[in-house]
């Protein structure tokens, strides 16, 4: 029996927050096994070879230093690593991913204190970059929001590849105007030896994740087995389809 | 021993969804019983005198008519009524209070057909008339995004306080332009016999309430007997507190 392809850690339960992402990799035919965010990671999870490692909402606390020494060498050797925003992500509330073996081979810097952002204020997504990944979603006619991200710092050699712009939006006579504020890398990619790394700042699920969730007209209903039901935008799903994909270098199926 | 003076039915359980409006309540000294989402409403919980029944989330296939029209006698002699939107509110997918007692007596029409609307780009509450549920908060300088209501006409002799400004968002260049799209009632007041009624089209929870529950700048923690802790938006604890006592005839206290 060959191990399954795909690890994924956090995002509570898969009748809570993992239904989101357990449900859109099920209905792409990823099969996985899951973590809740509670557990402690244990070394058989670690030990068979994986094609990726996803770590959502998932604090560093539950995860031994020696186990995640063993994720490092299989992204040495060709594995993927993916780190989803959260409260429980990179710093977060209670992510602490700062100064660890996963969290230094990310393509990102992760700050010391938290890094949380909830944006109450339109916060809007943009592709800066051409890739697999974000090519063909429709990012500049129908630019989807999110309600919030962890702040971190790109590394040098990584690639970002959407970013998050923030609005303030004020009241005019019928309408509103909006106001730029800032601009906060969202998608960043990179590599660490052989393995191909990224780190998505927004949630996968509610309430970070924003309209991105329903983004598109056409709606996508999934399941993970023993899991809760999800109806979706089909252009989330096919967006973390396609990091999910990419990230595992499973890209060419 | 008095009978507590709100009903709060609806929003899955206290360590879900319903840990919000729990949290917001509990903070400010709100005392209430709970009928979590899954179960049905007994005959105790509609036969004391309440000020105030809270529906959200909670399908009218769970509340027999017989019991419902006890709320509206209730509702006739004083108490209060509100009902907050969401997948099992209103129509929605699974709500059904279209034709119901309840859904009767509300200030707002309820569609026959699936009522839901979810926004994948930014959607804006504005307030469209003075009332003390909304006076004071900052609409015109800082105005909260929602992820989503449910559609619904005000009735005649109703209220509209809040509508949603729905904008299409399209890159241009280095920025984005916003086009008003069209405009929807998201929280309506009336009247049924000597009590207040209340229609919130949104959710008081994500997905649906959006980057309402992070509105502020300063952070409010609380936490339900029981429940989950939450961390939200100072002016969304504010206007939830202010929704609650105004429609419960607390608001003189």
Known sequence: MSAKPVVYLGDTTLNTAASYLGGVMTQDGIDFIYVPSGRRV??????????????????????????QRRVVSQVKR???LLMIGGWESFRGSEGCWQGT?????????????????????PTLLAATSDHPIVDGLPWSD????IGGFNRFRPRPRSRVLLEAMLFQARR???GMTFS?????????????????TAALATDVAPHWVGGLVDWGDRRVAAQVPHGEAIEVGEYYAAFFSRLVRWTAALDEL
Chains 1, 2 share one sequence.
């Open 42 to 67: 244990k070394p058989a999870v670690v030990a068979p070879e994986r094609k990726l490692f996803i770590v959502s909402d998932f604090s560093a606390t539950h995860f031994p230093q020696p186990l």
């Open 78 to 80: 060709g594995a993927g």
């Open 101 to 121: 073996p996963i969290g230094d081979v990310l393509p990102v810097v992760i700050g010391k204190a938290d890094d949380r952002v909830n944006c109450d204020q």
């Open 142 to 145: 129908r630019a989807p929001t």
């Open 172 to 174: 005019a006579g019928n």
């Open 180 to 196: 730029l504020q800032r601009k906060a890398p969202i998608l960043v990619i990179g590599k660490h030896g052989q393995g191909r």
